[in-house]
């Protein structure tokens, strides 16, 4: 295995690391925006509640935390890769 490859698996490791932050960032601006909306409406029962559970509002903090999973684990190994072969 060349330097290269264990320099690409780190990379990948830490562009995945970056995009987890990114969508739990997204998530939490999403949301902040959409409760912030149902205040100016007249029945508030949704925004004290938080009823309806809205399963799409999850989907960005989801996939930020598989992301995050995915980038650690690719940053560990490139980095134990780059520090054994080299």
């Known amino acids: ?3 290269v490859t264990c320099q690409i698996i780190l990379g990948m490791g830490v562009f995945f ?3 987890g932050l990114a969508f739990i960032a997204w998530d939490r601006r999403e949301k902040k925006a959409y409760y912030d909306s149902l205040l ?3 029945d508030l029962r949704e925004f004290i509640e938080r009823e309806p559970q809205r399963s799409w509002m999850n ?3 989801t ?3 598989i992301s995050l999973i995915l980038g650690c684990i690719l940053a560990i190994v490139g980095g134990v890769l780059w520090l ?3």
């Open 1 to 3: 295995m060349s330097l």
């Open 17 to 19: 690391l970056l995009l």
């Open 40 to 42: 100016g409406r007249r």
């Open 59 to 61: 989907a960005w903090r």
């Open 63 to 65: 996939g930020g935390h």
């Open 84 to 86: 054994v072969l080299y």
